[in-house]
């Protein structure tokens, strides 16, 4: 971990644990919806496979999305959220909605 990492999470070992939300989960956590572009260089990829995982043994729902073509910023519609250049390869409008109409009902 470099240096601005470490100011933001804390000097050591035990304090980046904490940072992370998967020292957190519990089988009662709200159901989670992740989206991960695979093209993403600022989170590893592994994290959100691993954080699913990880919310499915507790028991929690959990529902991973993977954009193949799309990085670490994009809204639901484009690949390039400030200029709405670049259509992202799937729509996530209706993944999001249905996700929260399921669990809002």
């Given at each position: 971990m470099n240096e601005e990492d470490k100011a933001v999470f804390g000097p050591n070992e035990q304090d980046w644990k904490k940072a992370s939300p998967i020292s957190h989960i519990r089988r009662d956590v709200p159901p989670t919806?992740?989206?991960?572009?695979?093209?993403?260089?600022?989170?590893?990829r592994d994290q959100s496979q691993l954080l699913a995982d990880a919310l499915?043994?507790?028991?929690?729902?959990?529902e991973l999305v993977w954009l193949q073509k799309a990085g670490h910023s994009f809204s639901l519609r484009y690949e390039k959220p400030k200029d709405q250049k670049?259509?992202?390869?799937?729509?996530?409008?209706?993944?999001?909605l249905n996700f929260l109409k399921k669990h809002l009902r």
């Open positions: 919806l992740i989206v991960h572009g695979k093209k993403d260089t600022t989170v590893d499915r043994k507790a028991g929690a729902e959990v670049g259509p992202l390869e799937k729509n996530l409008e209706p993944v999001v």
